[in-house]
């Protein structure tokens, strides 16, 4: 199985802040991952898909960004609908996985 | 709009099996895949297996194969996943999620998501 490390666990951040999340996979994924948010009691969102291509209807805030096997999900200006949780996906082998999760906390 | 409505909550006992619905509209149903992912309490998200609404053909991850079946009826739109030989760690909201691209070039990430189902197991 591909095991996607996703790093920090917790991020405490403010309104305006530039903030980064990483996924790293334990074999190549070939751009093959996705980047979801998911807010207490609902299901997750489809932010990023191919590493970087941003979904329908997403702000452009969001981006996504691969190097090797690691990729990274920005927020280039926090706003307060952006504090939840990010999840990073791979689907290039199966079984597809997920990584730990990321929670965005308001300083 | 594409919606993903699924059966409610079930409480069922160690050993036992339950059947989760997932009612797709807003889009043509047999044309993409219908993944099944589940989320138990405080952890992340762990990917079951899709099913193709178009021919009913499944793949199922390794870990849930010989207990996990996922099924559709395509005069209702409404895909179904049993799950049997229930175990405590089965405990989780069950999620039925499209595939974002059509069944020729799927590409396994999700684009619409149903509510969740808890799935509560417990003697």
Redesign the interface.
């Known amino acids: 199985d591909i095991q996607m490390t996703q790093s920090p666990s917790t991020l405490s951040a403010s309104v305006g802040d530039r903030v980064t999340i990483t996924c790293r996979a334990s074999q190549d994924s070939s751009g093959?991952l996705?980047w979801?948010q998911q807010k207490q009691g609902k299901?997750?969102?489809?932010l990023i898909?191919?590493a970087s291509s941003l979904?329908n209807g997403v702000p452009s805030r969001f981006s996504g960004s691969e190097s090797g096997t690691e990729f990274t999900l920005t927020i280039s200006s926090l706003q307060p609908d952006d504090f939840a949780t990010y999840?990073c996906?791979q689907?290039r082998g199966?079984?597809?996985?997920?990584?730990?999760?990321t929670k965005l906390e308001i300083k | 709009q594409v919606q993903m409505v699924q059966s409610g909550a079930e409480v069922k006992k160690p050993g036992a099996s339950v059947k989760v619905s997932c009612k797709a509209s807003g889009y043509t149903f047999t044309d993409y895949y219908l993944h099944w992912v589940r989320q138990a309490p405080g952890q992340g998200f762990e990917w079951m297996g899709w099913v193709n609404p178009h021919t009913g053909g499944t793949n199922y991850a390794q870990k849930f194969r010989g207990r996990v079946t996922m099924t559709r009826d395509t005069s209702i739109t409404t895909a179904f996943l049993d799950l049997s030989s229930l175990r405590s760690d089965d405990t989780a909201i069950y999620y039925c999620a499209k595939d974002s691209l059509p069944v020729a070039g799927s590409s396994a990430n999700f684009d619409f998501w149903g509510q969740g189902t808890q799935v509560t197991v417990s003697s």
Do not use: M, N, R, V
């Open positions: 093959s996705a979801y299901a997750p969102k489809l898909y191919d979904e999840y996906q689907y199966y079984p597809y996985t997920f990584g730990q999760g």
